[in-house]
Antibody, heavy 120, light 108 residues
């Protein structure tokens, strides 16, 4: 059974940097791409970016300039950093399992979500 | 980016009735289309992938259909646990993967 457990700071000030980490338990870490997705309260879902075990990453062009995704294969973990935060970045942030290898795949396992609030 | 739209925004249905949700893509996504269910306070749950394949453990009252730009999710007989928000998502062209705005299915 695959489980994703995520953590990180939930209250940040404008201009600060968001930092979240997701740990993967069960299944194969190296066979998949691992994604971050966010959801403003009461709104829809926005894909942020993905990374695989070798560090190959893809980003949503709308966030690429502010975001970094990294991976720690020794711990089966991946992390998101998003800089220059504004109130518009307030959202629930999810980690999720995505593409299998180089294929097209949906997001089949999700973390529990972390509410990040950006407020002065 | 591929823009996903969903209709209706809200669907009011009585328990036991059928619900039909629509999803449209701004350009063809072939059959690379997924449906997710989200309940309050929970992460989305994968229901359907490949436009028509049920994910593990999903009951057969959920049926997906369509290809190209037009897709449908049908819930044949709504149960109390099915009242939720449903999102479609394309994974044919990335980056970025894109989601529809969601359809809320509530109790009539």
């Amino acid at each position: 059974q695959v489980q994703l457990q995520q953590w990180g700071a939930g209250l940040l000030k404008p201009s600060e940097t968001l930092s979240l980490t997701c740990a993967v338990y069960g299944g194969s870490f190296s066979d998949f791409y691992w994604s971050w997705i966010r959801q403003p309260p009461g709104k829809g879902l926005e894909w942020i970016g993905e990374i695989n075990h070798s560090g190959s990453a893809n980003f949503n062009p709308s966030l690429r300039s502010r975001g970094t995704i990294s991976v720690d294969t020794s711990k089966n973990q991946f992390s998101l950093k998003l800089s220059s935060l504004t109130a518009a970045d307030t959202a629930i942030y999810y980690c999720a399992r995505g593409r299998f290898g180089g294929s097209s795949s949906p997001f089949d396992y999700w973390g529990q979500g972390t509410l990040v609030t950006v407020s002065s | 980016d591929i823009v996903m739209t969903q209709s209706p925004a809200t669907l009011s249905v009585s328990p036991g009735e059928r619900a039909t949700l629509s999803c449209r893509a701004s350009q063809s996504v072939s059959s690379n289309l997924a449906w997710y269910q989200q309940k309050p306070g929970q992460a989305p749950r994968l229901l359907i992938y490949g436009a028509a394949t049920r994910a593990t453990g999903i009951p057969d009252r959920f049926t997906g259909s369509g290809s190209g730009t037009e897709f449908t999710l049908t819930i044949s007989s709504l149960q109390s646990e099915d009242f939720a928000v449903y999102f479609c998502q394309q994974y044919n062209n990335w980056p970025p993967f894109t989601f529809g705005p969601g359809t809320k299915v509530d109790i009539k």
